[in-house]
């Protein structure tokens, strides 16, 4: 069975930075479209960035461009979200997905695998 799971998150003060990483089992990363995604309390699922299969294609929302950036190891099967100064509105569950066909890299139903999540806090 396919599993996901997400470590790194944590609390942060504003301006500071946090890795996290997407470990897969069962799921190799170079063969699928890998994207990370945030819920906040009482908002929807948001796109936060996604890489296609071979990481050559990235798209970031336009809220972390330039502070947020997606890694692939795929020796390590992992993937990363290395995310710079951070502010309280990134505070968030953050979620990595990965799928193996996208017509559309940022719409969260398009993916097939999901991981629990972990939650990164942001301090003023």
């Known amino acids: 069975q396919v599993h996901l799971v997400e470590s790194g998150g944590g609390l942060v003060q504003a301006g500071g930075s946090l890795r996290l990483s997407c470990a897969a089992s069962?799921?190799?990363?170079?063969?699928?479209?890998v994207g990370w995604f945030r819920q906040a309390p009482g908002k929807e699922r948001e796109f936060v960035v996604a890489?296609?299969?071979?990481?050559?294609?990235?798209s970031y929302a336009h809220s972390v461009r330039g502070r947020f950036t997606i890694s692939r190891d795929n020796a390590q099967n992992t993937v990363y979200l290395q995310m710079n100064s951070l502010n309280p509105e990134d505070t968030a569950v953050y979620y990595c997905a990965a799928a193996i066909f996208l017509r559309d890299i940022s719409i969260a139903t398009e993916y097939d695998y999901w991981g629990q999540g972990t939650q990164v806090t942001v301090s003023v």
């Open positions: 890489s296609e299969r071979s990481g050559d294609i990235t």
């Open positions: 069962w799921l190799t990363f170079s063969e699928y479209a």
